[in-house]
């Protein structure tokens, strides 16, 4: 709002009127300048979607930063709209993209919390679980994040089993699986040449009740038979091997095994 005063006839005014007066002329200046005394006053929020559609077109640029400045100016002061539940979304999304997955899973679980029937919720879960299984590591380290992507995968094709993203899902169950079986295998191995058997059974009892149907399963069998013939249960060792000699002949585990069997009979 402009003022009728230049600034030249206030001075004018005031030189004839007493300090008191000079401070309230001149705050009046300021007031009807637009201006504030403590600096420039903050700028107007765009419109809603105005930020959001400035907020996807720096996300597909990889501007993270800024686009999720954008989706936080709408989850702020555009809380009631339908913008909101998205923008939570696509602040976790800018994480997951940049990747800073921690930050995501923090994002996404908030999302989960607040808008479990939400029409993209089971994309939400789906970035979830990707969260944690892009985080899974080798064998050899641990596998704290491949079993949580397992819960986030199974809880997804569960609560969405229509979701286009299930099938996908449903992949990386097994794969995930397979990941933590292997790893049961390895401590089974390790504990192995240690001559730790107990430790080493204890294992392949998981892998067999927990992971029954996993690609380990005949090596797991040969390892069990081998613990046994080093405990001297040779009458049990042999059971392992025809078991597996059985179920698994054309494996290259089941191969061994025969040849195990054979050698026990000359």
């Known amino acids: 709002m402009g003022s009728p005063y230049t600034w030249t006839q206030f001075e004018l005014l005031a030189m004839k009127r007493s300090p008191r007066v000079l401070s309230?002329?001149?705050?009046a200046v300021a007031l009807l300048s637009g201006c504030s005394l403590f600096g420039k006053g903050s700028k107007p929020i765009p419109p809603v979607d105005v930020l959001y559609r400035d907020g996807q077109t720096r996300l597909e640029r990889s501007d993270f930063e800024n686009a999720r400045d954008d989706f936080q100016k709408i989850v702020t002061h555009y809380a009631d709209t339908e913008y909101a539940p998205l923008a939570r979304f696509l602040i976790a999304e800018t994480y997951y993209r940049e990747p800073l997955y921690d930050k995501a899973i923090?994002?996404?679980?908030?999302?989960?919390?607040?808008?479990?029937?939400?029409?993209?919720a089971d994309l939400a879960q789906y970035r979830l679980a990707l969260s944690y299984y892009n985080q899974s590591k080798t064998v050899e380290q641990d596998q704290t994040n491949t079993a949580k992507a397992l819960d986030a995968l199974r809880r997804l094709v569960k609560e969405y089993p229509d979701s286009r993203y299930a099938p996908d899902a449903l992949s990386k169950i097994d794969l995930s699986r397979e990941r933590l079986a292997q790893k049961e295998l390895w401590i089974a191995n390790y504990n192995f040449t240690r001559q730790n058997y107990a430790a080493a059974?204890?294992?392949i009892d998981a892998i067999l009740k927990e992971y029954p149907r996993t690609l380990v399963v005949p090596e797991t069998l040969y390892l069990l038979g081998e613990i046994l013939t080093a405990q001297g249960k040779s009458a049990d060792a042999q059971r392992a091997f025809q078991q597996l000699?059985?179920?698994?002949?054309?494996?290259d585990w089941g191969r061994r095994a025969s040849l195990r069997l054979t050698s026990a009979l000359r």
Do not use: C, N
């Open 245 to 251: 000699a059985d179920q698994y002949p054309h494996t």
């Open 106 to 120: 923090k994002e996404l679980e908030a999302f989960m919390a607040f808008y479990p029937s939400h029409r993209i």
């Open 24 to 27: 309230v002329l001149f705050l």
């Open 201 to 203: 059974l204890q294992r």
